[in-house]
Nanobody, 125 residues
């Protein structure tokens, strides 16, 4: 089993930045793709970004490309999501997830087996 704990959420003004962390415990972090998803009130959970197990490949939703950066430190069992130029439409609960992803299905939430509890990000206009 893998336990994931997100941190770093909060309230920020539009144009500001936040850095989310996702700390894994219970099993090796290495070998898993890591993804970040978000869910706004009244909306379905949506893919934000993902990174391959060794950090060699990254993927971004069009809505965050150029503003968000995903990274990971396998030695620390921790992943990160740097969010810059935040917009009010980025307001959501952000979840990190781990999974063994194949066939390019990094944006498919059901393919991730482990999830954190989520952290709230609120961007004011």
């Amino acid at each position: 089993q893998v336990q994931l704990v997100e941190s770093g959420g909060g309230l920020v003004q539009a144009g500001g930045s936040l850095r989310l962390s996702c700390a894994a415990s219970g099993r090796t972090f290495n070998g898993y793709h890591m993804g970040w998803f978000r869910q706004a009130p009244g909306k379905e959970r949506e893919f934000v970004t993902a990174i391959s197990w060794n950090g060699g490949d990254t993927y971004y939703a069009d809505s965050v490309k150029g503003r968000f950066t995903i990274s990971r430190d396998n030695a620390k069992n921790t992943g990160y999501l740097q969010m810059d130029s935040l917009k009010p439409e980025d307001t959501a609960v952000y979840y990190c997830a781990l999974g063994r992803i194949f066939g390019g299905r990094y944006a498919v939430a059901h393919d991730y087996g482990y999830w954190g509890q989520g952290t709230q990000v609120t961007v004011s206009s």
